[in-house]
């Protein structure tokens, strides 16, 4: 099956009672059983739920692999792997992160006895120095959040397997539709639901996705034990969205296309980072591992001053200054003091995080229509 069919089809079956198309939100807690330990597969819904299988099962057809785990949100998810490690291990992470997954890193993991080494990892040449015997787990964004890192998926999973470390691509940027990690070797792809994939900013849920049967049982355990689990309304929610996803996602990456060379071609604007430029840092990577280059671009002004960033990000009329990313409504954010509020100043310009960096998710409205918002924000 091809990948509309999958988002449209995957997982789903007609109801057996009534033969509805959509999958019913079985918003029950627990399900009757006739005798002990008799029942229909469902015992109580923390373990089990009829609508968080049939998304499971989709998400999993969707990043061509065996098994789907949903949680209440991305970070619930983040969690869930990280319980896999034990104090004394080491994760190997690239240097340019979600400030929440940062933050869980530094500020929960940390402290019980795990270490983390944050590395650029858009050029691999000497990446294998930078694993000891106890890396146990590596973990990327790309393209990364907010800087558009892009990371050689395939490259880096040889060098994984090499030293027996557990490799987890974030692929809440890209999508599924846009690049599929497990393909390009990597052991778990984990996603923000919120974003893309749920697409319409209703919805906090997270999701990963493996072809390791005895990861899958490990990370099932977790999520039972631990109970961060998505709610079954959620759950019909981010079905729905996904119906739509690789069209919405054609026109991510069309407008976003569009606004990258606007942005580029301006007066007041220095850079732009987004991964479709032939200069882009391993814009050949991006091209081999990625459909398309997705509808997310961050921007600095000419010259850099943080109080002309923000009087754009004021200015704006159509795109909406928030949190979040992936809707279908176009958003602007101020990473340094939203989204990457959470990591140290320092480090945030190590990576190339500038105080005055804008991020734009860019929607699925008429490009015209955003290209003027920008255009009357930037004037
Ligand atoms: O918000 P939540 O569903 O818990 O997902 C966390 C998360 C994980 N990974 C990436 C790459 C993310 O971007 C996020 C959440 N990011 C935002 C809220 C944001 O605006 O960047």
């Not at 200054?321 to 003091?337: D, I, K, T």
Request: aromatic share 8%.
């Amino acid at each position: 099956m091809k990948f509309g069919t999958k988002a449209i089809h995957a997982g789903i079956e007609p109801e057996e009672g009534t033969g509805a198309i959509m999958t019913p939100i079985y918003q029950t807690s627990t399900y009757v059983q006739p005798s002990p330990g008799k029942h229909k597969g469902y015992e109580y819904s923390r373990t089990q739920n009829p609508t968080r299988d049939a998304l499971q099962k989709n998400l999993a057809a969707l990043e061509n692999s065996d098994h789907g785990l949903v949680f209440g949100s991305g970070m619930a998810t983040t969690d869930a792997i990280m319980r896999l490690l034990k104090p004394g291990d080491e994760v190997l992470a690239s240097n340019d992160l979600y400030g929440g997954t940062y933050r869980i890193f530094t500020q929960i993991y940390q402290d019980i006895g795990i270490k983390f080494k944050f590395v650029d990892m858009t050029d691999l040449n000497r990446i294998s120095e930078q694993f000891s015997k106890n890396t146990k787990l590596v973990w990327i964004e790309t393209p990364s959040n907010p800087m558009m890192n892009v990371i050689d998926i395939k490259g880096l999973s040889g060098v994984c397997k090499k030293f027996n470390a557990l490799f987890c691509v974030d692929n809440t940027f890209a999508t599924p539709y846009l690049q599929n990690p497990l393909d390009l070797g990597a052991d778990i792809s984990t996603h923000s639901v919120t974003k893309y994939l749920a697409g319409h900013s209703d919805v906090v849920m997270g999701a990963l996705m493996t072809n390791s049967d005895s990861l899958h049982e490990k990370l099932a355990f977790i999520q039972n034990s631990c109970g961060a689990v998505a709610g079954p309304m959620d759950c019909f929610l981010a079905l729905r969205g996904i119906k739509t996803l690789h069209i919405r996602m054609q026109r991510h990456c069309e407008n976003g296309r569009r606004i990258a060379h606007f942005l580029k071609s301006h007066p007041k604007v220095s850079k732009v980072y987004w991964p479709g430029f032939e200069e882009h840092k391993n814009h050949d990577i991006a091209k081999r591992q990625m459909k398309d280059f997705g509808g997310m671009i961050s921007f600095v002004l000419k010259n850099d001053k943080i109080g002309d960033a923000i009087q754009v990000m004021e200015n704006v009329k159509l795109f909406s200054l928030a949190e979040s990313l992936g809707g279908v409504e176009s958003l602007c954010g101020h990473p340094a003091s939203m989204t990457h509020a959470s990591i140290p100043r320092e480090e945030r310009l190590k990576s190339g995080l500038k105080d005055s960096l804008i991020r734009l998710s860019v929607g699925i409205e008429d490009a015209e229509d955003l290209v003027a918002d920008l255009e009357q924000a930037l004037a």
